[in-house]
């Protein structure tokens, strides 16, 4: 399958080194400075395009998703930042007859940590002895804070039926993959659950293992 890098940093050069293992070839790279307003998101240039991953900024996000969608491309979305447009992206993805999977966290491991605090406030919600509170560190580079991860988490615990406040706190520095925690705290005692990525590798392998899952299909998917 033929594979497009909408947002070609980092995070993009790792997908690109990856994408083999994953039955891709990257036919198309698209960053700042070949893909200035959408520039680069042309029929031409998509041609024989199968998934596009788009991994820009939460600025220009949604408009790269209306273009990809207008083109017909199947597409995964790890920008985070931009869920407040859910709904323009919905309707994109809903009129162009496209799949799309996104999430603001791709890591198998943090998956798995949003189901451990999903059941552990679950199983705290009637205890109102228990307070809680949410903390992510990230590289000084990342540009929103709190990240989607951490908004994410206090989701989960939201709907779980964790109904007390959740105090969240946020820290940029340095080159710092990425820690996210929470943390429950009573008179008694103190539960604390902890995720740190290592790199930046287990995310760029779960954005693959969703483009190859979205080749092909319909409708908005939500990891």
Avoid: C
């Avoid at 399958?1 to 990856?18: F, H, S, T």
């Avoid at 039955?23 to 042309?42: C, I, R, S, Y």
């Avoid at 930046?200 to 779960?206: H, S």
Wanted: net charge neutral; no cysteine.
């Amino acid at each position: 399958m033929n594979l497009a890098i909408v947002g070609y940093g980092k995070m993009g050069r790792l997908i690109e080194q990856l994408a083999p293992e994953f039955g891709f070839t990257v036919t198309l790279k698209l960053d700042e400075f070949n893909n200035v307003d959408g520039a680069g998101m042309t029929a031409e240039n998509f041609r024989g395009v199968d998934v596009a991953v788009e991994f820009s900024t939460p600025h220009t996000v949604v408009g790269n998703i209306e273009r990809l969608a207008a083109l017909g491309v199947n597409t995964v979305v790890g920008t985070t930042g931009w869920t407040a447009q859910l709904d323009r992206v919905q309707a994109a993805v809903e009129m162009a007859n496209i799949g799309l999977v996104w999430s603001p966290n791709f890591s198998i491991g943090v998956n798995v940590f949003f189901r451990l605090v999903s059941e552990a406030a679950r199983l705290l919600a009637n205890e109102p002895a228990y307070a809680a509170w949410g903390w992510e560190i990230h590289h000084s580079a990342k540009k929103d804070a709190p990240s989607g991860t951490l908004v994410k988490l206090i989701e989960e615990m939201r709907k779980a039926g964790y109904s007390r406040p959740v105090d969240a706190g946020s820290n940029r520095a340095g080159w710092h993959p990425g820690t996210h925690e929470i943390g429950f705290d009573s008179a008694a005692d103190t539960i604390t659950l902890r995720h740190a990525a290592r790199g930046r590798e287990g995310f760029a392998r779960g954005a693959l293992t969703a483009a190859a899952g979205v080749a092909g299909k319909k409708g908005l998917y939500e990891v």
